[in-house]
């Protein structure tokens, strides 16, 4: 298995620009993470879903933030409309829910908005 | 809730030393605990984690960590380091039942010097 795959790895945009970042989540694995890495904060999570269906939002920072998995094998996190303090890696993690608890990461988009 | 926190924010040491990074976790209910590396720009992976059974996991790369549910600590620890086990490390803890989501502490800054 190729593990988690993110894309893109690196994204530059200007403020007020409409950001996308992708994942696709190792097949099988049924919990699907999205998590922030700044300086400041270090790994906050963001938003986390359960057989696609988004099951905690309350890390979302703000309504600019919004995250869909429309199936089993992809998900996408937007901010729309970015801001500079926006600036992160995001990573995407995944797992199975029963059992195997482990959460394989992905190798994580960087994020600068300027 | 869950909440995690690792004591020491970089840890410099030289190579052949022992070495012990620190993390203490609150949670009202049981939980799993584990710990990741991040090597430069690169995703988290799995070290080791503890589920039940034994207090006491390995990692294949000679870590090993202790559950301590007293203490609620989940120290990590080497009896000799390399330099290649330069990183930053992340303790962590899921709550029983949360579908394997992952609170992370704050990281600690391995730096081992030849």
């Known amino acids: 298995d190729a593990g988690v795959i993110q894309s893109p790895r690196h994204e530059v945009t200007e403020m007020g620009q409409e950001v996308t970042l992708r994942c696709k989540p190792i097949?099988?694995?049924?919990?699907l993470f999205w998590y922030r890495q700044t300086m400041m904060r270090g790994l906050e999570l963001l938003i986390y879903?359960?057989?696609?269906?988004?099951?905690?939002d309350s890390g979302m920072p703000e309504d600019r933030f919004s995250a869909k998995m429309p199936n089993a094998s992809f998900s996408t996190l937007k901010i729309q409309p970015s801001e500079p303090r926006d600036s992160a890696v995001y990573f995407c993690?995944?797992?199975?829910?029963?059992?195997?608890?482990?959460?394989?990461f992905g190798q994580g988009t960087r994020l600068t908005v300027v | 809730a869950q909440s995690v926190t690792q004591l020491d924010s970089q840890v410099p040491v030289f190579e052949e030393a022992p070495v012990e990074l620190r993390c203490n976790y609150s949670s009202s209910v049981s939980v799993y605990l584990f710990w990741y590396v991040q090597y430069p720009n690169q995703g988290l992976q799995l070290l080791l984690k503890y589920l039940s059974g034994s207090t006491l996991v390995e990692s294949i790369n000679g870590f090993e960590a202790e559950f301590n549910k007293s203490q609620t600590s989940f120290h990590l620890r080497k009896p000799s380091v390399h330099i290649s086990d330069t990183a930053e490390y992340f303790c962590a803890v899921s709550g029983r039942g949360q579908g394997g989501k992952l609170i992370f502490g704050q990281g600690t800054e391995l730096s081992v010097k030849p």
């Open positions: 879903f359960n057989n696609n269906v988004p099951i905690d």
């Open positions: 097949s099988g694995h049924n919990s």
């Open positions: 993690a995944s797992c199975r829910d029963r059992g195997q608890l482990d959460a394989f």
